[in-house]
């Protein structure tokens, strides 16, 4: 069923797991994740972002999730993905959003904290829970100084101040991960001494975006069909698993999905050109989607906590 987003973390966070939060855009996204999920007895997120609402509907993707997370048996959070201002926070509570996030990090720290108040404010006046973010997503050089560090990434002292300021439920952090299939060259840098100076200073649970890992299995079956991509690259795994347990309790994944649905769909275009009937074409892409989404939910300690 569906579930409050506060409710998940909190226990992912006390019990040192972390429960992936995966874009949707469409039925057969939904499909693969809450079939994997309940396969693997997994708590999950489903998030939207303006992308998807744009594409899909923020209606009809909402109506499409609640629905079908009322027939599983593992606990749904339907969360708002990089809400942009209060009156989106205030859409996805009217459209019945367990979860939203409100996205003020590009504002400086006391715009950031005022709009985000409100946006609480709102928010747990009808019991739904919160995420907000401090620092500016973007990767980082192995060898950068400390200073350029500094000047976006999330502060482990302004972190405390802006969870005490704001009353939100759970904090999404900067520490050199980015959105997107191009990461950053060879293994992206990750500033795990700052997480853990986070950590220590922030007991809700924290939030990790731009967390995909581009998957060589994925670039090969993209690689296969002729795709080109030049050099993406994602997060990998060993770090995903060292920030669990400093604290990160959400992790976010779009790209590796876009990936498995788009080489699904490329297989059977390509190497089957007499097919025209969409459902086996979509069908192969739900296929690898489900692959994708189980290694997740392994990687991220997530299977059987349901
Ligand atoms: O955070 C960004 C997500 O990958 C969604 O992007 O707005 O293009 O759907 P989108
Ligand atoms: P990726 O692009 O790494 O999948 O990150 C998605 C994300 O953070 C959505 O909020
Ligand atoms: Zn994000």
Not at 30 to 57: C, H, N
Not at 193 to 218: D, M, N, T, Y
Not at 270 to 291: A, C, H, M, N, T
Request: glycine share 8%; hydrophobic share 40%.
């Amino acid at each position: 069923p569906l579930a409050l987003g506060k409710d998940v973390l909190d226990k992912a966070r006390r019990e040192g797991y972390a429960v992936p939060s995966f874009n949707t855009n469409n039925l057969e996204i939904t499909q693969a994740i809450l079939e994997t999920a309940e396969a693997l007895r997994a708590p999950v997120f489903i998030q939207v972002s303006d992308g998807a609402r744009k594409y899909a509907g923020l209606e009809n993707l909402s109506n499409l999730v609640r629905d079908m997370a009322s027939r599983v048996s593992v606990p749904v959070v339907l969360h708002l993905d990089h809400g942009a201002d209060y009156k989106m926070v205030l859409q996805a509570l009217r459209a019945g959003f367990t979860s939203v996030m409100i996205d003020a990090s590009h504002h400086p720290f006391e715009e950031n904290v005022c709009e985000t108040k409100k946006c609480v404010e709102a928010a747990h006046a009808v019991g739904v829970s919160v995420e907000a973010e401090l620092g500016r997503l973007q990767g980082i050089e192995d060898n950068i100084v400390v200073d350029a560090k500094d000047a976006f990434l999330t502060d482990p002292e302004e972190a405390a101040r802006f969870v005490e300021a704001t009353g939100i439920d759970y904090l999404a952090i900067a520490i050199g991960t980015s959105h997107g299939a191009y990461k950053g060259k060879g293994r992206p840098y990750i500033d795990h001494a700052r997480l853990e100076q986070i950590a220590a200073k922030v007991s809700i649970p924290l939030v990790l975006h731009g967390s995909s890992g581009v998957p060589q299995w994925l670039k090969d079956k993209m690689a296969a069909t002729g795709a080109d991509l030049g050099d993406p690259t994602g997060i990998h795994d060993e770090d995903i698993r060292k920030a669990i347990p400093n604290g990160i309790a959400k992790i976010n994944i779009d790209t590796d999905l876009r990936l498995a649905l788009t080489a699904g769909i490329r297989e059977v275009v390509v190497g089957s050109p007499k097919e025209f009937d969409p459902r086996k074409i979509l069908g192969k892409g739900r296929e690898y989607l489900k692959q994708v989404i189980r290694e997740k939910f392994e990687l991220m300690g997530t299977v059987g906590r349901a």
